[in-house]
């Protein structure tokens, strides 16, 4: 039993190497599959681009932290990785993922268990993810003043007077999703002089994508991002 799950990635492994180049997907497929844009010299049917393979691209069909994804790609493609770049890739697995509680499923902790074997570092995953003290200070401002929406949306916004950068505003989002019956959160602050963003996050019940999609956003259904120039957090509030 030990040796299972290993069996079946190298089963996975094997189908996936031997998957045709797809263009077009459809919900048959596995959960990502190869696809080839343009050719790198801007001649779609170039012979040599396409006898290399150097123009491959990978789709994904279900939402992944970008770390789980380059995780996928070096386990298929057989790349030997040091220790220290596994290392990164598990904490970029551990930020995306909020400790594992967002966008996690089994492939997920495959893919931490991949890196691990590689030589990754829990311990010094908990160094690169060290907090500034006084960045956390900062944050815990914007939880001083949450609203709620029928008690499943967290609305916060901060003062026009401080500047965050965007990761802060996600990482509040993050931590609003954690109080009771909290399915999707939203975070406006200044990120910029003239420039106020919005972070949202959802447990997957809301679709937060296609609000903030209306807005000029991007992401997908568990976080979401949009920006606004020149403009103010009252303005981009109504």
């Known amino acids: 039993h030990e040796n299972q799950p290993h069996r079946q990635r190298q089963s996975r492994r094997q189908s996936r190497h031997e998957m045709p ?4 997907l459809t919900p048959a497929d596995s959960d990502w ?5 343009l050719s790198a010299c801007g001649n779609n049917s170039c012979a040599q681009c396409q006898q290399c393979h150097c123009c491959h691209f990978y789709f994904w069909l279900s939402s992944k932290s970008d770390c789980e994804m380059i995780t996928e790609l070096v386990e298929h493609n057989d790349v030997e990785l040091e220790p220290y770049y596994a290392t990164v ?12 509680t967002l966008k996690t499923t089994a492939e997920t902790y495959y893919a931490a268990y991949y890196l691990s074997s590689l030589g990754a570092s829990a311990k010094k995953v908990q160094y690169l993810l060290k907090q500034d003290i006084m960045d956390y200070t900062e944050r815990q401002k914007l939880l001083a003043d949450i609203q709620t929406i029928n ?3 967290a609305f916060t916004k901060a003062t026009p007077y401080t500047i965050y950068r965007r ?5 509040v989002a993050d931590t609003l999703l954690f109080f009771n019956n909290i399915e999707a959160s939203f975070v406006i602050g200044k990120i910029g002089k003239d ?6 996050r959802s447990l997957g019940n809301y679709n937060i994508s296609k609000i903030l999609e209306k807005l000029g956003g991007g992401g997908d259904t568990y976080n979401e991002a949009a920006r606004f120039e020149k403009t103010t957090i009252s303005k981009v509030e109504q």
């Open 21 to 24: 180049i797809k263009n077009v």
């Open 33 to 37: 599959t190869i696809g080839r844009p």
């Open 89 to 100: 890739l598990l904490s970029g697995i551990v930020l995306d993922t909020n400790n594992f």
């Open 151 to 153: 008690n499943r949306i």
């Open 167 to 171: 990761e802060d505003l996600a990482k």
């Open 195 to 200: 420039t106020v963003g919005i972070s949202a």
